[in-house]
């Protein structure tokens, strides 16, 4: 998942005739301690509200101090943010974003809290993001919903035949206007204070099956100069290797310097991210990573954000070692964090099985909506 403001789902729709509240942009504060800020803090405080409505988890809340390096960055991403007021309380937003380098698609996050939905709000919101997408050029709009563990019956089947969601009212929004359900992710959480000896095992099974050509590479970000070129690379190749269904990715183009830049908006924000790699020996290719991440607070939620195995470098169980590496390393980092939450497609069943091995059990789901505007 996006370390940014991830789409959430909220609860269904019939539109006011004569809406009584105002929509209007954003400003994005320079710091925290700017008059501007006030907003800025409202929207991060309505995000983890609606993320805590959706999946009865507190994992998905963010801090300002987190938050506000990537709104701001422009460079490699820009982020438009609108709010709904009735009066002077903001009771809905949507933040539309889109990558500089890479031009077919912009994805958005709609949030409106149940007691606000229902008037009108969450369609007026999504016609702007529609709106704003189609004047950027954009061929797609891409969202990703928040669901309960319980999907219920009937449940929410998306095109890749995996996986099931809950049909919220959020969901129900989305259907009718155009969206398609193409992927469903499986949100699972590992207990950080469990018995190592599972994962020890499993790391010393899989750097023996990898053997002599594979090594592990280990470090905390910001990335060492000399590792970010091939960091670039591995991390251009998540949009072309990770189970993605008929969502619409382009290709990405990384270099050295936007993963500096990107290292430094972690970094700005407050959070520790551990990186674990393996390294093929006779190329010094990084043909496998797994990021693990936590914000200030040391008693947090962890989150994993990206884990990949190069195509070309699959069956070497590198999946697994990266993995249960970068656990066992984080044990040291930070020791009194509870869990690690991480998302990934349900049809990836090679890495749904290295999670299950090592411990994680399903906590909530998420769905990855998809429209065509050509």
């Known amino acids: ?86 009066g002077s309380r903001i009771i809905g937003a949507v933040t539309v974003s889109h990558a500089t380098a890479e031009p077919s698609s912009a994805e958005f996050d709609l949030m409106v809290l149940p007691p606000d939905w229902g008037r009108g709000v969450e369609n007026a919101l999504l016609d702007a993001a529609e709106a704003h997408a189609r004047a ?78 594979y090594r592990v590479v280990e470090w905390t970000l910001p990335t060492p100069p000399e590792l970010r070129d091939g960091y670039a690379w591995a991390l251009s190749r998540m949009s072309t290797d990770a189970p993605s269904g008929d969502l619409e990715i382009d290709e990405e183009v990384w270099d050295a310097e936007r993963i500096a830049r990107r290292d430094a908006r972690f970094v700005d924000g407050g959070q520790t991210v551990s990186v674990a790699a393996v390294e093929h020996v006779p190329t010094g290719t990084l043909a496998a990573f797994n990021e693990l991440a936590i914000g200030a607070d040391p008693s947090g939620v962890t989150h994993q954000y990206c884990t990949l195995v190069l195509k070309e470098h699959r069956g070497h169980r590198l999946g697994q070692i990266v993995k249960c590496a970068n656990v066992l390393r984080w044990r040291a980092i930070a020791p009194h964090s509870p869990r690690i939450s991480t998302f990934n497609a349900e049809e990836n069943r090679p890495m749904l099985d290295i999670n299950e091995a090592m411990g994680f059990t399903p906590v909530s789901y998420a769905g990855a909506w998809q429209k065509r505007l050509e």
């Open 1 to 86: 998942m996006n370390p940014t403001l991830a789409p959430r789902s909220t609860p269904a729709s019939t539109p006011s005739p004569s809406p009584s509240f105002t929509i209007s942009e954003m400003t994005v504060p320079a710091t925290l301690d700017d008059e501007a800020a006030a907003d800025f803090l409202t929207l991060v405080a309505l995000n983890n509200a609606v993320c805590l409505s959706d999946t009865g988890l507190e994992d998905f809340a963010r801090t300002p101090e987190e938050l506000l390096p990537h709104l701001q960055d422009g460079v490699d991403e820009k982020h438009l943010t609108l709010l709904a007021r009735e």
């Open 136 to 213: 950027l050029g954009r061929k797609v709009l891409q969202t990703w919903t928040l669901h309960r563990a319980d999907a219920g019956d009937p449940a929410l089947v998306p095109r890749t035949g995996w996986g099931r969601v809950s049909p919220t009212p959020h969901a129900q929004l989305l259907l009718e206007r155009g969206f398609t359900l193409e992927q469903a992710e499986r949100n699972s959480a590992l207990d950080l204070h469990a018995d190592d000896a599972p994962v020890e095992r499993m790391l010393a099974e899989a750097l023996a099956a990898a053997g002599d050509d």
